[in-house]
């Protein structure tokens, strides 16, 4: 194929979605209401732009030494 059949290939598609939107458009210009979402808002969607918590380094330590205490007791399970 060479490129100018390629661009006439494009241009001809180009045309019909052109006549399918402009079809569509015509057929939903009375804008009905989109469905209610059944689940509600997402969790993400309600914390964007909130400010992120931090722990102190104590926290953070104490929940390092319970996390290596569960890795234990599960490896000592295994055993």
Same mark, same amino acid.
């Given at each position: 194929? =060479?490129?100018?059949?390629?661009?006439?290939e494009i241009d001809?598609?180009?045309?019909?979605?052109t006549?399918? %939107? =402009?079809?569509? @458009?015509?057929?939903?210009? =009375?804008?009905?209401?989109?469905?209610?979402?059944?689940?509600?808002?997402?969790?993400?969607? @309600?914390?964007?732009?909130?400010?992120?918590? =931090?722990?102190?380094?104590?926290? %953070?330590? %104490?929940? @390092?030494?319970?996390? %290596?205490r569960?890795?234990?007791?599960?490896?000592?399970?295994?055993?």
């Amino acid at each position: 194929m =060479t490129i100018d059949s390629i661009i006439a290939e494009i241009d001809s598609e180009i045309e019909r979605l052109t006549q399918a %939107r =402009t079809l569509l @458009a015509a057929a939903g210009s =009375t804008k009905s209401a989109p469905a209610p979402s059944r689940r509600g808002p997402k969790p993400s969607a @309600a914390k964007k732009g909130g400010k992120r918590r =931090t722990l102190s380094p104590e926290a %953070r330590k %104490r929940i @390092a030494e319970a996390q %290596r205490r569960r890795w234990a007791a599960q490896k000592s399970k295994s055993k």
